[in-house]
């Protein structure tokens, strides 16, 4: 008795010794992903604070004199004002319009059965793995043609259209999981199309369409091509082509790695103060697709 008492101890002394090795582990991984994931982000907001004289001291200064100069240099050199102003209007139209025109495509993909539906659907999400440096020429003379060069018009329209394959895609996932017999209900009672999104399937829908806003919002205010080969003035520049044009000047110290790091800040915040606000939206949305 003594001696299975003994073993049982000893048995149980070596799994929870097991189990402390395992957090010890994970919270080792979780540390490393963390530094490897926070790293830049930390050096740029230093770098977007520092003297031009602190950014290139060996060893490195990890917390330096808090400037807010390179902002104000940064404001006086670019016209700051109207590229924020142009990168939210470029942004949010093209992350609604994509949405919008998606949801009825996906609709339409889901609960229209036509013959080669599904080879039609692929055919549409493939044009994604077109390269977009592929499609600048075409794109360039079709909006020269349209009178939509250097326009925030001709940019959103463009962008949307790029967003549009992978939104469908998604959507059609989503909308495939809402019962038909709710909308076969729902007409029985009269209900018209505009009735049916509005009151069904936009509310079933609604953390696929939230999650869909927040992800192409974040990939047209990151784009930088399309700004850059479409636009030549400031009515219609982002943020992301002041990079470019900060990028270029010289100074003392080689190229305005400050000024840089100031812009790079100024474009990272509005991304993650959006993800803060919805993350419930994403999470419920990332979760109902892996269900599925």
């Keep these: 008795m003594t001696t299975t008492t003994t073993t049982t101890r000893t048995a149980v002394a070596r799994r929870d010794r097991l189990v402390n090795w395992n957090k010890v582990a994970l919270y080792a991984a979780l540390f490393v992903f963390l530094f490897v994931v926070l790293s830049p982000f930390f050096w740029i907001v230093k770098s977007s604070v520092s ?9 490195p200064v990890y917390l330096p004199h808090v400037t807010m100069e390179n902002y104000r240099a940064l404001a006086d050199q670019v016209p700051l004002y109207e590229y924020v102003r142009n990168s939210l209007v470029y942004s949010v ?13 996906a609709y339409a993909f889901a609960r229209i059965s036509v013959p080669g539906r ?31 060069l250097d326009s925030l018009i001709g ?3 463009v962008m949307s ?11 059609v996932a989503f909308i495939q999981q809402v019962p038909y017999e709710i909308e076969e209900a729902a007409i029985i009672d009269g209900a018209n ?3 049916i999104f509005r009151r069904i399937m936009i509310p079933l829908t609604s953390p696929a369409l939230a999650t869909m806003l927040v992800i192409n919002f974040i990939n047209a205010w990151n784009n930088l091509l399309y700004p850059l080969a479409f636009s030549v003035s400031p009515k219609s520049k982002t943020l992301s082509v002041a990079i470019t044009e ?3 000047a010289r100074s003392p110290w080689g190229r305005p790695w400050n000024m840089v790091s100031a812009l790079g800040v100024a474009m990272v915040i509005p991304a993650i103060i959006l993800v803060l606000f919805s993350q419930k939206a994403i999470v419920r949305g990332l979760t109902r697709g892996a269900i599925k």
């Design 161 to 171: 259209s790029v967003l549009v394959p992978f939104t469908v895609w998604v959507l």
């Design 155 to 157: 940019l959103v329209i």
């Design 51 to 59: 003297g031009p004289d602190e950014l290139f001291k060996v060893p």
């Design 193 to 195: 199309l505009f009735q």
């Design 93 to 105: 139209s093209s992350a609604l319009l994509s949405v919008s025109v998606s949801f009825m495509a």
């Design 246 to 248: 900060v990028f270029q």
């Design 118 to 148: 599904n080879l039609l659907l692929w055919l549409f999400v493939l044009t994604m793995a077109l390269p977009e440096i592929a499609t600048i020429i075409p794109l360039y003379r079709l909006l020269a043609e349209m009178k939509m």
